[in-house]
């Protein structure tokens, strides 16, 4: 039974702490290799969540052995990946009320889904030091033969089969259908109360937004809200200290450039600012931190989708369109996502075009 001490418990919130900034990391350079288990649970696109459990399961052996070669006991390694895996898992739990799985099917495989993650996080842990680690050191781990590579070998292979069962368990969680309206209330409610909350801090730029939606001739609010959305979800501090260091290292240009990265207040991809500005991404980089510069992008993106709508005739809802078209042209248009930023922008832009 482990005891905590203040200082382990400082120690497992730093691993904890490193893990989830590994997460956010992942999902930022290696959006297309990233897929949580409610992703998965509309998607359905398999070889991506074996993409994402993959590099998952680097980082957290990675993490795991680092931290215990720094003089970490184990347990606070695995108490720490386990908080960090908890945290993540435990407001979709709350949220969508998993707690009470006995009234859906859907609601206990989701729950089975978010339980394996954690669990599968603190085995891979527990393997990566117990096996791999002290296999790479020379110990004999399994003692079947005297040979240090096969016992590197061995390692690896559990490894791999840790990830295959995973992507089979998360399999099993892929739900085909959405969750019910009354979960997708839940979600919407939650949304305008985080939306009341942040949109003061995009009405720091109260005057730069007006003045850009003054200039391509669109709505205010839709500018306003639509900002708010992408501070809500992609404006957490590490990113915006990583797309500041990005934008000031000419260095960084070429791989932001090669991955497509999103960034700035508006979050707009580097392809999308090439399209609307007609000039090499290098030259706009630099500016692309600056809250003006990229509200004013916004805008200007917001203008022509616009646009295209009104002259390829869609009949879909204009706020779906939008919202689908603005989170990289999402093939799924009933997509959660995609739902709750078309519902939040209709009610705030009060049905204006």
Known sequence: MLTLTFNN????????????????????????SYS????????????????????????VALISIGFYVLGLSAKEIYLGVFISAFLNVWPAVVQYKLIAFAASPDKLKLLLGY????????????????YIYRSFAGDRVFGVVESKGVDILVSLMAAAGL???ETVIGKFAHVKKHMDIES?????????DRVYLEEIRIDEYCYEIQNASDKYGISDNLLKYLLVLEYIYRGQWYI??????????????????RKDLSMGLAQIKISTAKELLKCNPRSFIPKMCDPAFSIDLCAAYISKMLEDYDQNEITENVYDYIASEYL??????????????SVILEHFDGGKE
């Open 9 to 32: 418990l400082v120690n497992c919130i730093i691993v904890a702490f490193v893990m989830n900034i590994a997460a956010r990391l992942h999902q930022i350079f290696l959006p297309r």
């Open 36 to 59: 949580s288990i409610l992703d998965f649970r509309y998607s359905g696109d398999v070889a991506r969540t074996i993409r994402s459990s993959s590099i998952r399961l680097i980082y």
């Open 115 to 130: 339980a394996a993650f954690v669990i599968f996080s603190v085995a891979f842990s527990y393997l990566s030091i117990n």
């Open 163 to 165: 990830c295959s069962v």
């Open 184 to 192: 997708f209330r839940v979600d919407k409610e939650l949304l305008l």
């Open 240 to 257: 915006r200290l990583i797309e500041r260091v990005i934008c000031r290292f000419s260095i960084f240009y070429s791989f932001a450039i």
């Open 328 to 341: 990289s042209g999402l093939n799924d248009r009933d997509s959660e996502i995609v739902r709750l930023y």
